[in-house]
């Protein structure tokens, strides 16, 4: 339970500073987030070679996914996070657990989903404020 605390925590710290940062694009950064946090795992599981290679193609997936969210749609990127988060959370389902620090799963899967919660808030506000601009 810490773990996810934690994670909706560090979540919601995210969130905050980049809105603080506007001077940045949020979907860019949320897109380079979602591509970067895939290799956590490569580097947690770099010793055992059938499990690194798992890793790298979930890796090279979740780039896709990130490229894809950024380029057509703010919904295919928080799909990213939201299958991200499962994949964190099923993990020690199929792969060797020992690899990846304790609680992780949970931690992850938090931070994952609360900023995948967030970007549909951001896509619901724009295509609000879009349906009111179209309709002056």
Not at 55 to 76: D, E
């Amino acid at each position: 339970m810490t773990a996810a605390l934690i994670g909706i925590s560090g979540g919601l710290l995210q969130i905050i500073i980049f809105e603080l940062l506007r001077q940045f694009e949020k979907d860019k950064i949320y897109a380079l987030t979602l591509a970067g946090i895939g290799f956590l795992y490569v580097g947690f599981t770099w010793t055992d070679t059938p499990t690194l290679i798992v890793a790298s193609i979930q890796a090279i997936i979740f780039v896709m996914i990130a490229y894809y969210g950024l380029t057509k749609s703010l919904y295919i990127l928080a799909a990213g996070y939201f299958l991200h988060g499962l994949w964190d959370i099923s993990y020690h389902l199929w792969q060797n657990a020992a690899l990846i620090p304790p609680h992780y799963d949970w931690f992850c899967l938090s931070i994952d989903f609360t900023v995948g919660i967030y970007l549909i808030i951001i896509k619901q506000k724009k295509v609000s404020q879009e349906q009111l601009n179209s309709e002056k």
